[in-house]
Structure formats: C-alpha cells, structure tokens
C-alpha cells in the first residue's frame, strides 16, 4: 500500500511533494521504515517525522541525517521531568530520550545545519505546572524549535477555553493534504480521529480521483461557504484547527521569542512572561 500512495500522490500536479509517514503513531516502529524512506528520497518527494524519540538511536539518526530528502524532525516531549513526561508517555524513559535527542542534535549540527528540528510539548493537567520549564530548558538549546499545543478532543473547542479568536478561518487542511490510512482508506485531515470522513479508498479508486472527487467538493464548499454549523455530519462544526492560522501570524510577527511556536491557543501571553 504504501509503495501505492506514493507512487500515485508523485504522479499529481504540483511541484512540491511532502509525505509523512505518521498519523497517530510511531512511525519508526514500523519495520521497512529505512526501505520506506529510501523509496521515498528515491522519487523525489521531501519528508517529516515527528517520534517519541525512543528508536531514534544513533543507528537511525545517523542513517536519517543521510538523507536529503528529511526537512523536519520533531519530538514529542511531554514534561519537563521524567516523572511526568513517563506518567503521559507509557513505556518511554525519559532519560533515554534525552540521550537520543542531544546525540541527534549534536550530529545534526555537524552534518545537516539546514534541518528544521523541534521538540514539542502538548499542554494537558498533568503536565501544565511544568510547561514553563520546558519552553525555558529547549529554548536554551541552540537549534532546537520549541512547540507547545494545546491538547484537542473531540468534546468542544478546547483554544475557547483559552481565547476568542476574532474570526472563525478557512481550514487549510481539505485544499492542501491528505491522509492514507493503511486500509486504503483517505481522510482530509488529522482532526479524524475515528476516520469518520472518508473521502474514498485506494483500493477503488486513484488518489487524484478521491482528490478531485465529490466528496473533497463537498467538505471545500463547506469551508469556502462557512457553513461549518449546518452540516453536522461533517466534524468541521466543532474543530479548531484553522485557529493555529492567527498565530502562525503573530508568529510571524515575531510577537513571540524567535524559538517558541504556539500551535494553537492563547499561551504567547504567558509565553512573553517567561521570556
Ligand atoms: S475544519 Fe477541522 S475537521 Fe474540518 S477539515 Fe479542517 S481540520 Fe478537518
């Protein structure tokens, strides 16, 4: 399947292809993932990962900063301690995590300079008496981009929780990326928690034709005519993906400090305190 995708994803239009072999897993557990990101590279297309750093040892990082094609590598990082970021994250040391991200970017630094490398932190109860020295302890790293975002569920808009945007955006999501499942099945965006958007199958159909097909019609004409309340099936009535789009432009206003990205949310307030 996966030779599938992306074959068919490099055959549409477009001049730049970013694949990532993530949607709510570990994409390093996967047993082919080196043949899958040479096959990757060898078409063309450029890639991310974002890992819980647990297999990123230095086999694997020394085999991943060979590759041209890697633009982004992040971390998932959930406390600034071990006792937390271990209570959040089952199975993972946190001291071993260290040793893989400060060994990754020590080699990054000597061999690819130009990679984008993040260490992200999602904001929930259990973690947020430590968020601050989390952005103080990655940001004092050189070359680290720090991320916080704020936890997302399927029970409301959790960014109201924390501020009112002006204006309700256009999601990006249906006019720029799709998601494969392994099943074949597509769905517009990682909002799709329980896959209930299918905009059709590769096993029916060619990923261009789902693409341009009715369905994609529908979920952008929703979008475009900022009907999100009045078609219910759609998960779109209750998301708050397009809010990163505010700050993606306070960012780029440099309102915050140069490393810190806040995802989502209203947290740049508090940010400007820290720093
Ligand atoms: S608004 Fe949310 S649910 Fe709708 S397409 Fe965008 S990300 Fe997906």
Same mark, same amino acid.
Do not use: H, K, R
């Given at each position: 399947m996966l030779l599938i995708i992306v074959d068919q994803f490099m055959r549409m239009p477009g001049d730049s292809k970013h694949i990532s072999?993530? +949607?709510? $897993? #570990? %994409?390093?557990?996967? %047993?082919q993932i080196k043949e899958a990101y040479n096959y990757i590279q060898k078409k063309g297309a450029i890639f991310n990962i974002t890992t819980n750093g647990m297999l990123m040892d230095k086999e694997m990082t020394n085999f991943l900063l060979g590759l041209s094609g890697l633009q982004q590598v992040s971390f998932s990082v959930d406390g600034y301690t071990a006792e937390t970021n271990e209570k959040i994250r089952r199975g993972v040391s946190h001291q071993k995590l260290l040793e893989n991200i400060h060994y990754f970017l020590k080699e990054a630094s000597e061999n690819r300079p130009d990679l984008y490398i993040g260490v992200n932190m999602v904001l929930m109860e259990e973690n947020k008496h430590e968020y601050k020295d989390f952005i103080n302890y990655w940001t004092s790293i050189k070359g680290v981009h720090t991320w916080v975002t704020i936890v997302t569920d399927e #029970?409301?808009? %959790?960014?109201k929780k924390y501020w009112e945007p002006p204006e309700r955006l256009i999601c990006k999501s249906p006019f720029t990326f799709s998601v494969v499942l392994t099943n074949g099945d597509v769905v517009p965006c990682c909002r799709d928690h329980n896959y209930e958007?299918?905009?059709?199958n590769l096993h029916t159909y060619f990923l261009g034709e789902i693409w341009n097909g009715l369905k994609y019609k529908i979920l952008r004409n929703i979008q475009e005519s900022k009907i999100w309340d009045e078609v219910k099936p759609y998960l779109c009535y209750n998301c708050d993906t397009w809010a990163s789009d505010y700050v993606e432009t306070l960012y780029k206003l440099r309102? +915050? *400090?140069? *490393?810190?990205?806040?995802?989502? $949310?209203?947290?740049w307030e508090k940010f400007e305190r820290v720093r």
């Open positions: 072999l993530q +949607f709510q $897993g #570990e %994409p390093l557990m996967y %047993p #029970e409301g808009i %959790p960014t958007m299918v905009m059709g309102l +915050f *400090n140069d *490393n810190i990205l806040c995802a989502q $949310g209203s947290y």
